[in-house]
């Protein structure tokens, strides 16, 4: 009764609890009934309808084939590092074989149990206390391994062992908390870190796209001064210039335009001397510097030369006159010759 209170529920396995052959019998679903006759093993009832000679035949186990769940008692094991820990978990089984299970242990239940504890201790002896931790999927994969080699014989099979709680001791887990504080701020030292340089990166970098952008802003918008207002600019003083020349050369057609001519080289020659040596102390001047005259006369020579070739072309191009004697000029001159002879 002590064994049977330490462990959870199991099939009943005691003679008081088995069922009386009655000649009929029916078996439950998911259940498997061993009879015995005159002492030794006969077979294995079936779910469903049966039929037994009373007195030869006796129902001597009967096995649950449904999944059992046994929990692990609490026990101290001892890490790689030599921490001590305080380890429980639950063990799921299923009767694989009912004639093993009922004639390969006595108390299959207990067996597995105690082959988990045994298997467990030995598991955290390799490991470390912080890998207990991160390896729980590995050990209970481990732990099933060593169940389901020693419990084959036993017709049960180990389906899975999870780990319930680990207890560490009251200095150790605060060692631990110690540390997980520890590695914290580490990592939010490092995350600040990281963010101001990041932030410091981006912040560089806007201002070099802003600087690229300014200056290529700046270097179009020249290039669209140079193509707009210098060029129109340069249109503008070139027709103010082609203007200023055609009204000089109507003003010089006109009568007396060359003395305007020679007035404006004349003021323009003063102006010119007035200037002499103001920016540099070397200064070349003709022998006749002081004759004004001369200097006029030269200039309109100049512009004489250059004007007479047009003037002359403008004469070839015009048709020569056809002389006629019959023309009233003709005769005009004629008259006056006739009267001052």
């Known amino acids: 009764l002590k064994r049977a209170a330490r462990l959870a529920p199991a099939p009943c396995r005691w003679n008081s609890g088995l069922p009386m052959n009655i000649g009929v019998l029916f078996v439950p679903q998911q259940e498997a009934w061993v009879v015995e006759r005159m002492g030794k093993f006969h077979r294995i009832l079936e779910p469903g309808l049966n039929f037994l000679i009373p007195l030869l035949d006796r129902i001597r186990y009967v096995q649950s084939?449904?999944?059992?769940?046994?929990?692990?008692?609490?026990q101290s094991a001892v890490t790689l590092d030599n921490v001590t820990l305080q380890i429980d978990?639950?063990?799921y089984l299923r009767v694989m074989d009912p004639y093993k299970a009922s004639y390969g242990v006595e108390d299959p239940e207990y067996a597995v149990t105690q082959l988990a504890q045994t298997t467990m201790r030995s598991e955290l002896g390799k490991l470390s206390l912080d890998r207990v931790f991160r390896e729980r999927e590995s050990l209970n994969a481990s732990i099933v391994d060593a169940?389901?080699?020693?419990?084959?014989?036993?017709?049960?099979?180990?389906?899975?062992?999870?780990?319930?709680?680990?207890?560490?001791?009251?200095?150790?887990?605060?060692?631990?908390?110690?540390q997980v504080e520890a590695e914290r701020r580490k990592r939010a030292t490092v995350l600040e870190s990281e963010g101001t340089r990041e932030s410091a990166i981006n912040v560089a970098e806007g201002?070099?796209?802003?600087?690229?952008?300014?200056s290529e802003a700046q270097?179009?918008?020249?290039?669209?001064k140079a193509a707009g207002r210098e060029a129109n600019a340069m249109l503008v003083k070139a027709r103010?210039?082609?203007?200023?020349?055609?009204?000089?050369?109507?003003?010089?057609?006109?009568?007396?335009?060359n003395a305007a001519a020679s007035l404006s080289v004349a003021e323009q020659y003063v102006n010119a001397f007035s200037k002499i040596a103001k920016d540099s102390n070397t200064v070349?001047?003709?022998?006749?510097?002081g004759d004004v005259t001369n200097m006029v006369a030269q200039a309109l020579g100049i512009y004489t030369t250059l004007t007479k070739p047009q003037a002359v072309k403008t004469q070839d191009e015009m048709p020569p006159a056809h002389e006629d004697s019959h023309s009233p000029a003709t005769e005009v001159l004629k008259a006056e010759q006739g009267s001052s002879s």
């Open 89 to 91: 978990g639950v063990l």
């Open 240 to 257: 103010a210039k082609a203007e200023a020349i055609q009204l000089l050369a109507a003003a010089l057609a006109q009568q007396h335009g």
């Open 147 to 178: 169940i389901n080699q020693a419990s084959d014989c036993w017709g049960i099979r180990c389906l899975r062992y999870e780990i319930k709680d680990i207890h560490v001791p009251p200095r150790v887990k605060e060692s631990m908390q110690m």
């Open 284 to 289: 070349l001047l003709p022998a006749n510097t």
């Open 207 to 214: 201002q070099k796209q802003a600087q690229i952008l300014a």
């Open 219 to 224: 270097k179009a918008e020249q290039i669209n």
């Open 65 to 74: 084939l449904k999944e059992i769940v046994i929990n692990v008692p609490e």
